[in-house]
């Protein structure tokens, strides 16, 4: 798979986890830094940080990792709002 495709497949469940924003029994608001944030450039410079050559499950996965700590960051700060 090139990382043109990678980048296309982790666009399209960025997309698709956005529009939801429910995926379990958790909200999943960084969903929304993915789609409204990082170009395809950017996102490849995400996904290649640790390895240059990611298979889309191991892209899959930093882009999770990094979807969960915006998660707890939008979670942290709604936390505290009131």
Sequence with gaps: MTQQEIIDEIRALSVKNYANRQIGRRQQYGWSVVVECYDDAELLELICEDN????????INTVEEYVDFWSEQYEEVRSTVW
């Design 52 to 59: 240059p050559t990611p298979t889309l499950a191991e892209a």
